[in-house]
């Protein structure tokens, strides 16, 4: 009987599960959660990261990024936040099941209203807090319904299989498929000689962002006393005053120029699309040495594999992709263009020498600005020397293009990420930090005179120097696009344009209607060299158009037509009378404020050693001090700077102001001083917060 009752009581006893029964629950649990971070991390952060990459592939190209470095990339875009966020879930599980439930609730509502910030964007007129409000409140609700209903976890867990699909359409269907999968298509091969003779050494630097008119005066004469070096090289060159580019683009527009032909399809710069350039009409004969930053034109088989300067590695990439998906998850309007972030590498950051010793010059007070020199022009200086076999030397570079960091001297300035470059006030920085760079520029056009003289290349030299585009700086079209193309044509397209041919002495101004799809018949016709395809452009040494009339590819295949231009100009700059004088000559009444200075910090300590100087000052007025008011910004007791409050924005009543002089500052401790501007002048102490 006892052995009846034991085997009845296992019988009634409910099923018992096996041992390892919950920790597969577990495991479970944690493997959907796990899917819908894949799903979520996907749709956030890898697919607006790979689709802006994807479309620009000069992004790559201008990192010099190896197919290894981003495909590498990818998988940290695609992998990384998802093992982060679960580890990191798994970790909140030592606190208890609860505690596990809360944090990836929360992450979800996080990942959920970031995603909703990104669509409000392209739906909504909302912008900033509102914007933002909404965002969080529809991550909260969408967290609640996913915690409340099993479809919704469902479609999270579904959309896990996404970035297996954006992967594949990045690789394989994306702009920058051409830069991770290239082939070098055969072109219509290398150009043949046109004649017996001699092959001159070319040199060839295309500038970047460089409206004509920023070299010249109101009246539209060249600035000789701001710009010295572009005036010595006009002085014995033919400026083409009439040259405009054909694209506010560079991957368009240097391209174009590059091939002889006008912008037809959306293509990367890249070799594989452009078999017919520069590089392989010159390649059968000349030695190439080509420093390109956002293109890739010059293959393989003629430059080699892409070194040198610049090239950053995965961390520069995934630094720059983490400041670009701080733009695209912002609440506000922000520019998403890789590009607007492109900055040459400086050749201290490089660790490279000198290319050629410095010359003694009073103006360079720092002790190190030539560290702050772009490294990849101290390559192409340090390539400039003769050589048995005709050589191209070619230098894009991107200058005097922003960001803009430069003073003329060659001293470097940061500034606030948030500056507007529009609207009454910032329209005026903006022309002033441009014009600042342009000094710069000029300072490095002299360095290449100078050395291709020490080194006897000048006077058999074939020298080009000119920019693929302008800017506008006209408020309401600034930029490049079709809208300042409209109301600034000659600020976008016309562009400095400098052809010294071999054995020139004397300068001339030729005022033909030059596209710059002319550059590439131009520079083979004077180095003898016939192209073996055909281009839209025309040598300089045949007949000028017969029309005045000029072309724009703000998208590749759509011409715009642009009427004739009127004489470029320059810019009518207005300096205050009290830049330059020193507070203790004027008069100095009781103070106002308290006025709040960004990196306030930076003017103690300067060491003239980093060549870097506080040289942008900005920051926030009170009420006290009306929209308008002048604001006299003085370092050691000497005016630098005079601007106006702007009406109030985003960043508060602000003010802005660019110290163009170096001389301004000492090594250690520098004294800032700001002053209302009264009438008489006269000047109102402003205390500092």
């Known amino acids: 009987m006892t052995e009846i009752a034991t085997s009845a009581g296992v019988r009634d006893r409910p099923p018992v599960d096996p041992p390892d029964r919950p920790r597969q629950l577990r495991w479970g649990t944690e493997l959907r959660r796990q899917l819908e971070l894949v799903g979520l991390t996907g749709l956030t952060i890898a697919q607006p990261l790979l689709d802006v990459t994807g479309r620009s592939?000069?992004?790559?190209?201008?990192?010099?990024?190896?197919?290894?470095?981003?495909?590498?990339?990818?998988?940290?875009?695609?992998?990384?936040?998802?093992?982060?966020?679960?580890?990191?879930?798994?970790?909140?599980?030592?606190?208890?099941?609860?505690?596990?439930?809360?944090?990836?609730?929360?992450?979800?509502?996080?990942?959920?209203?970031?995603?909703?910030?990104?669509?409000?964007?392209?739906?909504?007129?909302?912008r900033g807090i509102p914007l933002?409000?909404?965002?969080?409140?529809?991550?909260?609700?969408?967290?609640?319904?996913?915690?409340?209903?099993?479809?919704?976890?469902?479609?999270?867990?579904?959309?896990?299989?996404?970035?297996?699909?954006?992967?594949?359409?990045?690789?394989?269907?994306?702009?920058?498929?051409?830069?991770?999968?290239?082939?070098?298509?055969?072109?219509?091969?290398?150009?043949?000689?046109?004649?017996?003779?001699?092959?001159?050494?070319?040199?060839?630097?295309?500038?970047?962002?460089?409206?004509?008119?920023?070299?010249?005066?109101?009246?539209?004469?060249?600035?000789?006393?701001?710009y010295p070096h572009f005036a010595e090289l006009a002085a014995g060159s033919t400026w083409y005053r009439n040259a405009s580019g054909v694209s506010g683009w560079t991957p368009y527009a240097l391209p174009a120029m590059l091939t002889g032909r006008y912008p037809q399809e959306a293509v990367p710069p890249h070799f594989s699309r452009y078999p017919d350039n520069l590089f392989t009409a010159f390649g059968g004969l000349y030695d190439i040495r080509a420093q390109e930053s956002v293109t890739e034109l010059c293959p393989p088989s003629r430059c080699g594999e892409r070194t040198g300067a610049g090239h950053g590695?995965?961390?520069?990439?995934?630094?720059?992709?983490?400041?670009?998906?701080?733009?695209i998850v912002a609440p506000v309007d922000s520019g998403v263009d890789p590009e607007a972030a492109y900055r040459e590498v400086t050749r201290a950051e490089a660790g490279l020498d000198t290319a050629v010793p410095v010359p003694t010059d009073p103006k360079f007070r720092w002790d190190t600005l030539d560290d702050n020199q772009p490294a990849r022009f101290t390559e192409f200086l340090a390539g400039l020397?003769?050589?048995?076999?005709?050589?191209?030397?070619?230098?894009?570079?991107?200058?005097?293009?922003?960001?803009?960091a430069y003073l003329p001297s060659g001293a470097r300035y940061d500034a606030p990420e948030d500056l507007p470059n529009d609207g009454a006030g910032w329209v005026?920085?903006?022309?002033?930090?441009?014009?600042?760079?342009?000094?710069?520029?000029?300072?490095?056009?002299?360095?290449?005179?100078?050395?291709?003289?020490?080194?006897?290349?000048?006077?058999?030299?074939?020298?080009?120097v000119t920019a693929d585009h302008g800017v506008s700086f006209t408020s309401g079209v600034q930029g490049r696009g079709i809208d300042a193309i409209r109301g600034a044509p000659g600020e976008v397209l016309r562009v400095p344009l400098f052809v010294k041919e071999p054995g020139q002495r004397a300068g001339r101004v030729d005022e033909r209607n030059w596209e710059h799809v002319d550059l590439l018949p131009t520079v083979a016709d004077l180095a003898r060299i016939r192209l073996a395809h055909p281009v839209d452009g025309r040598s300089a040494r045949s007949a000028p158009r017969d029309t005045a009339e000029k072309g724009f590819y703000d998208r590749p295949g759509e011409r715009v037509s642009v009427p004739p231009l009127p004489p470029a100009?320059?810019?009518?700059?207005?300096?205050?009378?009290?830049?330059?004088r020193s507070v203790t000559d004027l008069r100095v009444t009781g103070g106002a404020g308290p006025v709040s200075v960004?990196?306030?910090?930076?003017?103690?300590?300067?060491?003239?050693?980093?060549?870097?100087?506080?040289?942008?000052?900005?920051?926030?007025?009170?009420?006290?001090?009306?929209?308008?008011?002048?604001?006299?910004?003085?370092?050691?007791?000497?005016?630098?700077?005079?601007?106006?409050?702007?009406?109030?924005?985003?960043?508060?009543?602000?003010?802005?102001?660019?110290?163009?002089?170096?001389?301004?500052?000492?090594?250690?401790?520098?004294?800032?001083?700001?002053?209302?501007?009264?009438?008489?002048?006269?000047?109102r102490r402003l205390t500092l917060g």
């Open 57 to 126: 592939p000069d992004f790559f190209l201008f990192h010099r990024a190896t197919r290894g470095e981003i495909l590498l990339l990818v998988a940290v875009l695609v992998a990384g936040p998802p093992v982060v966020l679960g580890l990191l879930g798994a970790a909140s599980r030592l606190a208890g099941t609860r505690v596990r439930r809360v944090v990836h609730t929360t992450t979800v509502a996080a990942l959920l209203a970031a995603l909703a910030v990104q669509i409000g964007r392209h739906l909504l007129p909302l």
């Open 132 to 226: 933002l409000v909404l965002a969080i409140v529809l991550g909260l609700a969408g967290a609640a319904a996913r915690y409340r209903w099993r479809a919704v976890r469902l479609v999270l867990r579904t959309a896990s299989v996404g970035p297996l699909v954006f992967v594949g359409l990045f690789v394989l269907a994306s702009p920058a498929s051409a830069v991770l999968l290239p082939a070098e298509r055969p072109g219509a091969g290398p150009g043949v000689a046109q004649s017996p003779g001699r092959h001159p050494p070319v040199v060839m630097i295309i500038l970047d962002e460089f409206p004509l008119g920023s070299l010249l005066t109101p009246d539209g004469r060249m600035d000789t006393a701001r």
């Open 313 to 327: 590695g995965l961390p520069v990439l995934l630094r720059e992709s983490a400041a670009l998906l701080t733009r």
């Open 385 to 404: 020397r003769p050589t048995d076999q005709p050589t191209l030397h070619f230098l894009h570079l991107l200058m005097p293009h922003s960001p803009w």
């Open 428 to 464: 005026d920085l903006a022309r002033q930090r441009h014009l600042a760079q342009v000094g710069y520029t000029d300072r490095l056009i002299g360095e290449t005179l100078r050395v291709l003289r020490a080194t006897g290349l000048y006077d058999d030299a074939l020298l080009v």
């Open 569 to 580: 100009v320059g810019p009518a700059l207005t300096r205050s009378a009290l830049v330059g």
């Open 598 to 683: 960004v990196e306030r910090a930076a003017f103690r300590g300067l060491d003239p050693v980093e060549g870097r100087l506080p040289a942008l000052v900005s920051g926030t007025v009170p009420a006290s001090v009306p929209d308008g008011t002048e604001i006299a910004v003085a370092v050691n007791g000497r005016i630098g700077a005079v601007v106006p409050v702007v009406p109030p924005g985003p960043g508060g009543r602000r003010f802005a102001a660019l110290l163009t002089d170096d001389a301004l500052f000492v090594p250690g401790d520098n004294r800032l001083e700001l002053y209302a501007v009264t009438p008489g002048p006269a000047l």
